[in-house]
């Protein structure tokens, strides 16, 4: 069955240093792949996806997520965090049906705190 | 941009009671979701329509029932609340990927 990981439920980062969430996902066929933030009381926010080509995607707000498929891994980076990027983060899997439609597999997300 | 817009940002309700969460996207998307957000829990999928009077049950249908009668209304019913709903609900659509999300509706069923 297909399934979404962040092992990581909450991170602790001071506000300059390099970040990293991880993610790994379990699906049998080549993934869609994408990360979300959440902001406290706001709906989800596309950072970054993944369909196919390069396997290191440049995201918005300075974010980046490198695709491996032999890890089964989807690891969001960014080189300095700001104290704006507390929030949850949310990896997710697309899995698209013969249909045409689609639905979204989503992790349990990484609370991420930036001290200053 | 895509903007999808849900009715409520907070609703109480009361045990029994029926209660509709309403939806409405303006990008002409063919699919539209439910989900229902919980801590530690991340994003389940309760319904989702790709046409109008279209539906498909997602992974936690139990207790709720949808309706699409236009394209860019999807709404979320709950048949008989019970406290085990409280939840904060999100919507989405899409034409094919990636979602994009309304800001939610925090119920409270007391």
């Known amino acids: 069955a297909q399934s979404v990981t962040q092992p990581d439920i909450h991170i602790t980062v001071s506000e300059g240093a390099s970040l990293e969430l991880r993610c790994n996902y379990s699906?049998?066929?080549?993934?869609?792949l994408f990360w979300y933030v959440q902001s406290p009381g706001q709906g989800l926010q596309l950072l970054l996806k993944y369909f196919s080509g390069d396997t290191l995607v440049q995201g918005i707000k300075g974010f980046e997520a490198e695709f491996k498929r032999s890890q089964s891994s989807f690891n969001l980076r960014k080189p300095s965090v700001h104290w704006s990027d507390a929030a949850e983060y949310f990896c997710a899997v697309g899995i698209m049906f013969s249909g045409g439609y689609n639905k979204l597999i989503f992790g349990a997300g990484t609370r991420l705190a930036v001290h200053p | 941009d895509v903007k999808v817009t849900q009715s409520s940002r907070y609703l109480v309700k009361r045990t029994g009671e029926k209660v509709f969460l309403e939806c409405v996207q303006d990008?002409?998307?063919?699919?539209m979701f439910w989900y229902r957000q919980d801590p530690g829990l991340g994003l389940r999928l309760i319904y989702f329509s790709y046409d109008v009077k279209m539906k498909e049950k997602g992974d936690i249908p139990e207790g709720y029932s949808v309706s699409r009668e236009k394209k860019e209304r999807f709404s979320l019913i709950l048949e008989s609340a019970s406290t085990n709903q409280t939840s904060m609900y999100l919507c989405a659509s899409s034409f094919s990927q990636p979602q994009h999300f309304g800001d939610g509706t925090r119920l409270s069923i007391l």
């Open positions: 990008m002409d998307h063919e699919n």
């Open positions: 699906y049998g066929a080549t993934p869609y």
